[in-house]
């Protein structure tokens, strides 16, 4: 059987990427995600590398907005006397069992990507590039996603081409795609059962809310049914835009990337189900994992509904994909402030909000930094040019 990744065929990759700019951004602005790998006659060529996706100033950014929120709803918000009596009625193995799901996200994302390279990937190198991607889009906008970077990683830490790396990445974004799908019709129809939106946001909001959801729904339809049924769609819809006359000088670099994408969309297309059933089955874990973070994390000081919780955190997740700020850092604070908010007393936004990040946000920086550094450390030990 032709393994999936290998040099020998044509390959085919979150956002978190996830969001449908992100998935563009990573097709266009980054050659390895859409160009092949190179063959056993070929020499690799990795392209030019990103300047400043994992850099200080981007770290540094995205903390401070997130900081700066959290003041802002604590100053708003806090109350230390009714935050200690509400304290008494801690539950300490939910917040354990939250501890446990936001390790268990780690690992489940390891365990995806050595499913989908099919053996190329250890569950070890697939956890360490797991923890990377999350870094990288901790420090980059929702919007983007640490992808294209993240595939830089994975080829270092494993000695492999790029293109093959990134073409693994390209994978998972699809089956975050094929998520959407499942998850979005879900939330659409539980609007009819609870109150899954917000009454802050007001009826417009709503709509406003409802309609991004369509529009996410629509897009990510499109982008399976264009990655696994119809390939060459995108290439012509890539082609009628570059024979714009203010997009004709992106001609020669875009149009050899979409032909690349369609020998990797065709490679998708030949793996049998069993591939893409426990793919899929993975990344939903994946995925509830997240929702589970915000439901564990509120359940342990406040008994708010559950279904309407874990719901609203789904939603929350889902407008949190188009943050223009660095890991959605200030942008998805106030997500929280508007889905989960109501759900408890006052006192408890402020001290549930800065859990949360620390566990499904600032850890994440952590740990990919200590890897990021490690690398870049190993590597000058061996003499490597550094990365």
């Given at each position: 059987?032709?393994?999936f990744?290998?040099?020998?065929?044509?390959d085919?990759?979150?956002t978190?990427?996830?969001?449908?700019?992100?998935?563009?951004?990573?097709?266009s602005?980054?050659?390895?995600?859409?160009?092949?790998?190179?063959?056993?006659d070929?020499?690799?060529?990795?392209?030019?590398?990103?300047?400043?996706?994992?850099?200080?100033?981007?770290?540094?950014?995205?903390?401070?907005?997130s900081?700066l929120?959290?003041?802002?709803?604590?100053?708003?918000?806090?109350?230390?006397?009714?935050?200690?009596r509400?304290?008494?009625h801690?539950?300490?193995?939910?917040l354990?069992a939250?501890v446990?799901v936001?390790?268990?996200r780690?690992?489940?994302g390891?365990?995806?990507?050595?499913?989908?390279?099919?053996?190329?990937?250890s569950?070890r190198?697939?956890?360490?590039?797991?923890?990377?991607?999350?870094f990288?889009?901790?420090?980059?906008?929702?919007?983007?996603?640490?992808?294209?970077?993240?595939?830089?990683?994975v080829?270092r830490?494993?000695?492999?081409?790029?293109?093959e790396?990134?073409?693994?990445?390209?994978?998972?974004?699809?089956?975050?795609?094929?998520w959407?799908?499942?998850?979005?019709p879900?939330?659409?129809?539980?609007t009819?059962?609870?109150?899954?939106?917000p009454?802050a946001?007001g009826a417009?909001?709503?709509?406003?809310?409802?309609?991004?959801?369509?529009g996410?729904?629509?897009?990510a339809?499109l982008?399976a049914?264009?990655?696994?049924?119809?390939?060459?769609?995108?290439?012509?819809v890539?082609?009628?835009?570059?024979r714009?006359?203010?997009?004709?000088?992106?001609?020669?670099?875009?149009?050899?990337?979409?032909r690349?994408?369609?020998?990797?969309?065709?490679?998708?297309?030949?793996?049998?189900p069993a591939?893409?059933?426990?793919g899929?089955?993975?990344?939903a874990?994946?995925w509830?994992?997240?929702?589970?973070?915000?439901f564990?994390?509120?359940r342990?000081?406040h008994?708010?509904?559950?279904?309407?919780?874990?719901?609203?955190?789904?939603?929350?997740?889902?407008?949190?994909?188009?943050?223009?700020?660095?890991?959605?850092?200030?942008?998805?604070?106030?997500?929280?402030?508007l889905f989960?908010?109501?759900?408890m007393?006052?006192?408890?936004l402020a001290?549930?909000?800065?859990?949360?990040?620390?566990l499904?946000?600032?850890?994440f920086?952590?740990?990919?930094?200590?890897?990021f550094?490690?690398?870049?450390?190993?590597?000058?030990?061996?003499?490597?040019?550094?990365?």
């Amino acid at each position: 059987m032709t393994t999936f990744g290998r040099r020998s065929p044509p390959d085919a990759s979150p956002t978190a990427m996830g969001s449908p700019s992100g998935v563009l951004l990573s097709m266009s602005s980054f050659s390895p995600v859409a160009s092949p790998p190179p063959t056993d006659d070929d020499s690799p060529q990795d392209p030019p590398r990103p300047r400043t996706a994992g850099s200080t100033r981007n770290i540094v950014v995205s903390l401070l907005l997130s900081a700066l929120v959290l003041a802002a709803v604590g100053a708003l918000t806090f109350d230390a006397g009714a935050f200690r009596r509400l304290l008494q009625h801690l539950r300490p193995e939910l917040l354990a069992a939250a501890v446990a799901v936001a390790f268990a996200r780690i690992g489940l994302g390891g365990w995806r990507l050595s499913q989908v390279s099919e053996g190329r990937l250890s569950l070890r190198s697939g956890t360490r590039g797991q923890l990377a991607w999350d870094f990288f889009s901790s420090v980059t906008p929702s919007v983007v996603g640490g992808g294209p970077v993240a595939a830089f990683y994975v080829a270092r830490d494993e000695d492999l081409a790029v293109g093959e790396s990134a073409a693994f990445l390209f994978f998972c974004v699809l089956l975050d795609q094929l998520w959407f799908l499942v998850a979005i019709p879900l939330l659409i129809l539980a609007t009819f059962a609870i109150d899954l939106l917000p009454s802050a946001a007001g009826a417009v909001g709503g709509w406003s809310l409802l309609a991004y959801f369509g529009g996410l729904l629509l897009w990510a339809g499109l982008y399976a049914y264009a990655t696994l049924v119809r390939p060459r769609l995108l290439v012509a819809v890539a082609d009628w835009c570059v024979r714009w006359p203010y997009l004709r000088r992106f001609r020669e670099t875009v149009m050899p990337e979409m032909r690349a994408y369609f020998r990797r969309a065709r490679h998708l297309g030949s793996r049998p189900p069993a591939f893409y059933a426990s793919g899929f089955a993975l990344t939903a874990l994946t995925w509830l994992a997240r929702y589970a973070l915000v439901f564990f994390i509120v359940r342990s000081v406040h008994a708010a509904d559950g279904v309407l919780l874990f719901a609203r955190s789904a939603a929350m997740m889902l407008v949190g994909l188009v943050m223009p700020t660095p890991g959605g850092s200030g942008g998805l604070e106030g997500l929280y402030a508007l889905f989960i908010g109501p759900l408890m007393p006052e006192a408890l936004l402020a001290p549930t909000l800065l859990t949360w990040r620390l566990l499904g946000y600032y850890l994440f920086i952590a740990l990919g930094a200590y890897l990021f550094l490690h690398q870049l450390h190993q590597r000058r030990a061996d003499g490597a040019p550094p990365h």
